[in-house]
């Protein structure tokens, strides 16, 4: 995926002395993770084709604490929010949109009583209202009467109650939206949360990931929609697992808009 | 002599609702046993959430037959006091049926008590069934082995034997009636137990006199051990239920709190004026330091502690648990149940020897295991499920921070992702300087 994208950076605005409209948290997910930089790159083109005024923080970024805080390291997780925070307080930023259901949820819920009071909207909200506003078409092009399930990332749905900016976005690309039996506030987990991610799962008798992959394949889809870096991981190991890689896709959202535009 | 029976029944009620009050205070004591949290915000939401809850059973029907099911038993239980209500004043004063006045609406009165008892026997009939011959798995984890299997149908027993004597007095009652028997007015409507009273066709007066008398006593207190027996069981949900759906937490399910000891070093960590060898001020006490998370009961908060008494152990949150469903040891209604089980051992103590003395036990380890914390994804999935507002992850999240803050204990994965993030700003072992490098790859 060799393709320079222009992104431009929240130091770069300050020395023109500009302000963009809204801070892209890019997360550390979105930034190294070689699966997940292809979402950044795809929601960033969708910004410029939008017309969006965005700035990401690059290197002044950090990771935002939420795995920390999940496995218990308050101490570390404060230390993240509390210099992320004196960061993009320094920039004024108001506003803050990230493709990560985590960053989402832990700058939206828990940087505020830190000092950190942003407007913070997951990809999919903002990419709504870019639809509502009229900034941004969604059009099926390639993806058309394709059978899609979306799969509810927790942070997004049960953490924060966002069930329809992603199932409304999906509509619009005129696919057949299959629901998976246990979704929206019943979804089951994709196994990542929680820092499971970053270890080994305890002893069982099957990875959280495979049940749900299970759920989805249920839906006998050509696309497994996710919203989420991690579920993507995930879904796409289990969809592997279950040797079905050439059959079924995991894409983002995000992925689904931009690549029905060939943008 | 002919006031024994009312000095009786003054005695036992007098001494059931003592017991009863007395273990209560012992609950409300331990409950308090737990750290503050200000749940005195959002008085009309909270209330909302209560009824619509508690009173609506609005998170109940989420599972239809269960649901529907619980819904006849709960609106039985509320409506059937109001004859509790009539059989303690008689039986204090002496008097038959002292409602009987109302006549019509009375008559209205019984016959909807009649057949809401016999729906509840019905619907209680059917969740034992549930139980014990349908074997849903929720009732079967290695958690409901024993006292807690026991536990689930001894109420049920209770509940069906209290109706069959609610509905024998009355068909007793009936033929009493009929026959014209001194004290027995006519009154009320018996749409159901007309159809038990023929089985008492041709008994003398005596007999049925015995039956209904019986029938009484044994109805009230059954009643009365019933109440007492709450406080031994799962069953306090019945009254816990309010207050936990009442002081449940209002935040979105994704956040979790800051810990506040932590703030304030993190803030003096990050503060350049800070002097890290100043004397303590005089308005701050000098005392031992603050434990981070929790290892035992005391450490949790008092809602996580009225959590923990309110679980009637239906398993909702376990068979939604992801961690549950793919055969790892953790269960969200263990971590309920053990911490309720805990937090009544501790309450022992402090009974037995005036303040608690250490027993060389904690919540940790002796009751809840490092691998059942660790087995948790935080997704939500057992608090969305719970009928009443609990959060096993509040609690889950608590021991994860002493493990972690108190003891080191993560797991090696773990520690790896907190020292990348430590070192450079993300869980993997990349450079924050090449946080943009995928716009150019």
Same mark, same amino acid.
């Given at each position: 995926?060799?393709?320079t994208?222009?992104?431009?950076?929240?130091?770069?605005?300050?020395?023109?002395?500009?302000?963009?409209?809204?801070?892209?948290?890019?997360?550390?997910?979105?930034?190294?993770?070689?699966?997940? #930089?292809?979402?950044?790159?795809?929601? &960033?083109?969708?910004l410029?084709?939008?017309?969006?005024?965005?700035?990401?923080?690059?290197?002044?970024?950090?990771?935002?604490?939420?795995?920390?805080?999940?496995?218990?390291?308050?101490?570390?997780?404060?230390m993240?929010?509390?210099?992320?925070?004196? &960061?993009?307080?320094?920039?004024?930023?108001?506003?803050?949109? /990230?493709?990560?259901?985590?960053?989402?949820?832990?700058?939206?819920?828990?940087?505020?009583?830190?000092?950190?009071?942003?407007? &913070?909207?997951?990809? /999919?909200?903002?990419?709504?209202?870019?639809?509502?506003?009229?900034?941004?078409?969604?059009?099926?092009?390639?993806?058309?009467? #394709?059978?899609? /399930?979306?799969?509810?990332?927790?942070?997004?749905g049960?953490?924060?109650? &966002?069930?329809?900016?992603?199932?409304?976005?999906?509509k619009?690309?005129?696919?057949?939206?299959?629901?998976?039996?246990?979704?929206?506030?019943?979804?089951?987990?994709?196994?990542?949360?929680?820092?499971?991610?970053?270890?080994?799962?305890?002893?069982?008798?099957?990875?959280?990931?495979?049940?749900?992959?299970?759920?989805?394949?249920? /839906?006998?889809?050509?696309?497994?929609a996710?919203?989420?870096?991690?579920?993507?991981?995930?879904?796409?190991?289990?969809? #592997?697992?279950?040797?079905?890689?050439?059959?079924?896709?995991?894409?983002?959202?995000?992925?689904?808009?931009?690549?029905?535009?060939?943008? | 002599?002919?006031?024994?029976?009312?000095?009786?029944?003054?005695?036992?009620?007098?001494?059931g609702?003592?017991?009863?009050?007395?273990?209560?205070?012992?609950?409300?004591?331990?409950?308090?046993?737990?750290?503050?949290?200000?749940r005195?915000?959002?008085?009309?939401?909270?209330?909302?959430?209560?009824? %619509?809850?508690?009173?609506?059973?609005?998170?109940? @029907?989420?599972?239809?037959?269960? !649901?529907?099911?619980?819904?006849?038993?709960?609106?039985?239980?509320?409506?059937?006091?109001?004859?509790?209500?009539?059989?303690?004043?008689?039986?204090?004063?002496?008097?038959?049926? @002292?409602?009987?006045?109302?006549? !019509?609406?009375?008559?209205?009165?019984?016959?909807?008590?009649?057949?809401?008892?016999?729906?509840?026997?019905?619907?209680?009939?059917?969740? +034992?069934?549930?139980?014990?011959?349908?074997? =849903?798995?929720?009732?079967?984890?290695?958690?409901?082995?024993? +006292?807690?299997?026991?536990? !689930?149908?001894?109420?049920?027993?209770?509940?069906?034997? =209290?109706?069959?004597?609610?509905? *024998?007095?009355?068909?007793?009652?009936?033929?009493?009636?009929?026959?014209?028997?001194?004290?027995?007015?006519?009154?009320?409507?018996?749409?159901?137990?007309?159809?038990?009273?023929?089985?008492?066709?041709? %008994?003398?007066?005596?007999?049925?006199?015995?039956?209904?008398?019986?029938? +009484?006593?044994?109805?009230?207190?059954?009643?009365?051990?019933?109440?007492?027996?709450?406080?031994?069981?799962?069953?306090?949900?019945?009254?816990?239920?309010?207050?936990?759906?009442?002081?449940?937490?209002?935040?979105? $399910?994704?956040q979790?709190?800051?810990?506040?000891?932590?703030?304030?070093?993190?803030?003096? %960590?990050?503060?350049?004026?800070?002097?890290?060898?100043?004397?303590?001020?005089?308005? $701050? $006490?000098?005392?031992?330091p603050?434990?981070?998370?929790?290892?035992? *009961?005391?450490?949790?908060?008092w809602?996580?502690?009225?959590?923990?008494?309110?679980?009637?152990?239906?398993?909702?949150?376990?068979?939604?648990?992801?961690?549950?469903?793919?055969?790892?040891k953790?269960?969200?209604?263990? @971590?309920? %149940?053990?911490?309720?089980?805990?937090?009544?051992?501790? !309450?022992?103590?402090?009974?037995?020897?005036?303040?608690?003395?250490?027993?060389?036990?904690?919540?940790?380890?002796?009751?809840?295991?490092?691998?059942?914390?660790?087995?948790?994804?935080?997704?939500?999935?057992?608090?969305?499920?719970?009928?009443?507002?609990?959060?096993?992850?509040?609690?889950?999240?608590?021991?994860?921070?002493?493990?972690?803050?108190?003891?080191?204990?993560?797991?090696?994965?773990?520690?790896n992702?907190m020292?990348?993030?430590?070192?450079n700003?993300?869980?993997?072992?990349?450079?924050?300087?090449?946080?943009?490098?995928?716009?150019?790859?």
């Amino acid at each position: 995926m060799s393709e320079t994208v222009k992104v431009p950076t929240m130091a770069e605005y300050m020395a023109e002395g500009k302000k963009p409209e809204v801070l892209f948290w890019v997360g550390c997910a979105g930034s190294f993770d070689d699966r997940a #930089k292809k979402i950044t790159k795809a929601f &960033v083109k969708l910004l410029h084709s939008a017309n969006v005024d965005f700035a990401v923080l690059g290197a002044e970024e950090s990771c935002t604490g939420d795995p920390a805080k999940r496995s218990g390291n308050e101490f570390l997780f404060q230390m993240q929010a509390v210099t992320n925070i004196e &960061v993009m307080n320094a920039y004024e930023i108001k506003k803050v949109v /990230t493709a990560c259901p985590h960053c989402f949820n832990t700058l939206k819920n828990e940087y505020p009583a830190l000092g950190g009071d942003y407007e &913070v909207m997951h990809h /999919t909200q903002f990419l709504k209202s870019l639809l509502d506003e009229g900034r941004l078409t969604v059009e099926g092009g390639k993806f058309k009467g #394709k059978r899609i /399930t979306f799969h509810d990332p927790c942070y997004l749905g049960r953490a924060n109650n &966002v069930y329809e900016a992603p199932r409304d976005l999906l509509k619009k690309l005129e696919v057949e939206l299959i629901e998976m039996k246990r979704c929206k506030r019943n979804g089951l987990c994709c196994g990542a949360g929680g820092a499971q991610m970053f270890k080994e799962p305890e002893p069982g008798n099957k990875d959280v990931n495979i049940e749900r992959t299970e759920d989805a394949l249920e /839906t006998k889809p050509d696309i497994i929609a996710a919203g989420c870096p991690f579920c993507n991981t995930m879904m796409t190991d289990g969809v #592997k697992n279950k040797e079905k890689e050439d059959s079924i896709e995991v894409l983002d959202v995000a992925e689904l808009i931009a690549n029905a535009q060939d943008l | 002599m002919q006031y024994i029976p009312n000095i009786l029944f003054v005695i036992v009620l007098v001494a059931g609702i003592g017991y009863f009050t007395k273990n209560i205070r012992k609950v409300i004591r331990n409950i308090r046993l737990g750290k503050d949290v200000d749940r005195s915000d959002n008085k009309g939401e909270r209330f909302k959430n209560m009824a %619509m809850i508690a009173m609506g059973q609005s998170k109940m @029907i989420r599972r239809p037959i269960a !649901g529907i099911l619980h819904i006849v038993v709960y609106l039985g239980f509320i409506i059937i006091n109001i004859e509790v209500l009539e059989i303690i004043i008689d039986g204090i004063f002496g008097t038959h049926r @002292i409602f009987a006045f109302l006549g !019509g609406f009375y008559d209205f009165l019984i016959a909807s008590f009649e057949i809401l008892a016999l729906l509840v026997f019905v619907g209680v009939v059917l969740f +034992w069934t549930r139980r014990n011959v349908i074997k =849903l798995k929720r009732f079967w984890n290695p958690e409901m082995k024993g +006292w807690p299997k026991n536990d !689930g149908n001894l109420i049920l027993y209770f509940e069906m034997v =209290l109706m069959a004597l609610f509905l *024998v007095m009355n068909a007793a009652d009936l033929q009493l009636q009929e026959l014209g028997a001194d004290h027995y007015i006519k009154a009320g409507s018996y749409p159901v137990s007309q159809f038990i009273s023929p089985l008492f066709d041709g %008994m003398s007066e005596g007999s049925l006199f015995l039956i209904e008398r019986g029938a +009484w006593w044994l109805h009230i207190l059954g009643i009365l051990v019933f109440l007492n027996y709450l406080y031994f069981s799962k069953h306090l949900h019945i009254l816990l239920a309010f207050p936990n759906t009442y002081y449940g937490d209002l935040k979105p $399910q994704g956040q979790l709190d800051n810990l506040e000891a932590v703030t304030n070093e993190v803030m003096l %960590m990050m503060d350049p004026s800070a002097d890290p060898f100043a004397a303590p001020a005089d308005d $701050q $006490q000098e005392g031992e330091p603050e434990k981070f998370g929790a290892s035992d *009961v005391m450490d949790l908060n008092w809602a996580q502690l009225l959590n923990a008494y309110t679980c009637t152990e239906c398993g909702r949150c376990t068979s939604e648990c992801p961690a549950n469903q793919t055969g790892k040891k953790l269960s969200p209604r263990k @971590i309920m %149940m053990d911490t309720r089980d805990r937090l009544k051992e501790v !309450g022992d103590n402090i009974d037995k020897n005036g303040s608690f003395v250490d027993d060389g036990k904690q919540l940790l380890n002796d009751y809840i295991t490092p691998e059942e914390l660790w087995a948790c994804t935080s997704c939500n999935a057992c608090v969305e499920a719970c009928p009443v507002s609990i959060s096993p992850l509040s609690i889950i999240i608590d021991m994860r921070r002493y493990l972690v803050m108190e003891e080191s204990a993560a797991p090696t994965d773990l520690n790896n992702m907190m020292s990348n993030i430590e070192n450079n700003g993300a869980p993997w072992p990349f450079n924050q300087m090449d946080r943009l490098n995928w716009s150019n790859e």
